[in-house]
């Protein structure tokens, strides 16, 4: 049964005054992994920016000098009131552009274009059907396996005998899903036995699907759609996960990008007429095969490794979507030809560190090595001169939420 949206409160932002003449990007939620660097790419270009966050948060980039932060009711409560607020906010600030951050903000960005304000902002990011694109990752699979992909074999986790042998990997088809009013984001885990698969399905609660395990090495292909099609791409590897076992990165490098993925990365961003931004993420097996594992279009975790290349894909997206006939650097596919660095995220990198000492066994010392001596090229996520409170506060939230044993933001 749906929750009828009650009206929208005025919320009072921080006491920053937007500069006169300079248009301002309304982005959110301002936890998710990527929305201090999207914040930091958009100020480098003249732009204003105010965040949305949930209520009785104080996420790190409420320490910023320059940023506005606003809370909203959190979607996870109340999704129409979210909206709602959303949309008074929207009215109240008219902001140039609205730059969603994680799948809760493409979820509510979707919802706004739907009923937008009038001559109110566009969405730099998807809407209609590229939203159910964007969330649904049944549609990815199908659109990847179209374009050439090598898509591991998926079925519905409900219903589906899985295929081979196991283990399988169950996860939810949905990004974000809304129910009973509130909007969910189920998580996934490995099953063992097809049993599992259907017990782990239950406790997804929505629908899910099923694929066999592979193991490899993380990779990334970045870019951003125009009507001219897909341009500035470049890529990266992770080089080290927050929790060795399997996690978001602690630490990721750029690398060439490679000749098997440029063709089929083209096809499904053409084939489905994206528009924005967008990261197909992949993994690279033992034999050198990439498996298609998502799209996300919207920014990405690793956006720190991207800005410290002169990568400004926050800022194109928004230019894009502001101006039709914008043209980003390094057009159609070429690959970016800019210095190759590794970037780290300090607090990711605290926690991986812990968890191989607490461990035990013959990888301490190299890891040990790895993290505390600096090597050349390295960039650390979220750092900016002049603001060193974010940086620092970023750092104590995510070593403190996994002391707690929560993961801090939204998309990772």
């Given at each position: 049964m749906k929750s009828t949206p009650r009206q929208a409160t005025p919320r009072q932002a921080t006491p920053r005054q937007a500069t006169p003449g300079k248009p301002t990007v309304l982005i959110g939620f301002a936890d998710s992994l990527?929305?201090?660097?999207?914040?930091?790419?958009?100020?480098?270009?003249?732009?204003?920016?105010?965040?949305?966050?949930?209520?009785?948060?104080?996420?790190?980039?409420?320490?910023?000098?320059?940023?506005?932060?606003?809370?909203?009711?959190a979607p996870e409560q109340d999704a129409h009131q979210t909206v709602a607020e959303l949309r008074s906010l929207i009215g109240d600030l008219r902001p140039a552009a609205v730059l969603p951050l994680d799948d809760h903000a493409v979820w509510l960005a979707d919802q706004y274009a739907q009923r937008p304000v009038p001559d109110g902002p566009v969405i730099a990011g998807p809407a209609g059907k590229l939203a159910t694109i964007a969330l649904d990752k049944r549609e990815q699979l199908l659109l990847a396996a179209t374009a050439?992909?090598?898509?591991?074999?998926?079925?519905?986790?409900?219903?589906?005998?899985?295929?081979?042998?196991?283990?399988?990997?169950?996860?939810?088809?949905?990004?974000?899903?809304?129910?009973?009013?509130?909007?969910?984001?189920p998580v996934g885990r490995m099953a063992a036995t097809p049993a599992q698969v259907r017990e782990i399905a239950a406790a997804i609660g929505g629908p899910a699907i099923?694929?066999?395990?592979?193991?490899?090495?993380?990779?990334?292909?970045?870019?951003?759609a125009t009507a001219a099609g897909p341009a500035a791409l470049s890529a990266h590897q992770r080089v080290r996960m927050m929790n060795p076992r399997g996690s978001g990165s602690s630490a990721c490098r750029s690398v060439?990008?490679?000749?098997d993925l440029a063709g089929p990365v083209s096809e499904f961003i053409s084939?489905?007429?994206?528009?924005?931004?967008?990261?197909?993420?992949?993994?690279?097996?033992?034999?050198?095969?990439?498996?298609?594992?998502?799209?996300?279009?919207?920014?990405?975790?690793?956006?720190a490794l991207a800005r410290r290349r002169g990568l400004s894909y926050p800022a194109w997206a928004v230019s894009a979507a502001l101006d039709p006939e914008f043209a980003p650097p390094y057009p159609g596919m070429a690959e970016v030809q800019?210095?190759?660095?590794?970037?780290?995220?300090?607090?990711?990198?605290?926690?991986?560190?812990?968890?191989?000492?607490?461990?035990?066994?013959?990888?301490?010392?190299?890891?040990?090595?790895?993290?505390?001596?600096?090597?050349?090229g390295e960039r650390w996520y979220n750092w900016r001169s002049g603001e060193p409170a974010v940086f620092a506060a970023d750092t104590w939230a995510t070593v403190r939420s996994q002391v707690r044993g929560r993961k801090p933001g939204g998309n990772r």
């Open positions: 990527a929305a201090i660097e999207s914040a930091w790419c958009l100020l480098d270009h003249g732009l204003e920016v105010c965040a949305f966050t949930r209520s009785g948060t104080r996420p790190a980039l409420a320490r910023s000098k320059r940023v506005r932060v606003v809370p909203v009711t050439g992909f090598a898509v591991p074999g998926s079925v519905d986790a409900a219903t589906g005998q899985p295929p081979g042998d196991g283990p399988w990997m169950v996860k939810p088809a949905l990004a974000v899903e809304l129910r009973d009013g509130r909007l969910h984001r099923a694929q066999p395990m592979i193991s490899g090495t993380g990779e990334g292909v970045f870019g951003i060439p990008l490679a000749s084939g489905c007429e994206w528009r924005g931004l967008f990261m197909v993420e992949m993994l690279r097996d033992s034999a050198g095969q990439p498996w298609f594992m998502e799209l996300n279009g919207r920014t990405w975790g690793s956006m800019a210095p190759h660095v590794t970037a780290r995220h300090l607090g990711r990198e605290i926690v991986h560190l812990g968890m191989v000492l607490a461990r035990g066994g013959a990888p301490r010392m190299a890891t040990v090595r790895d993290v505390l001596i600096p090597h050349r």
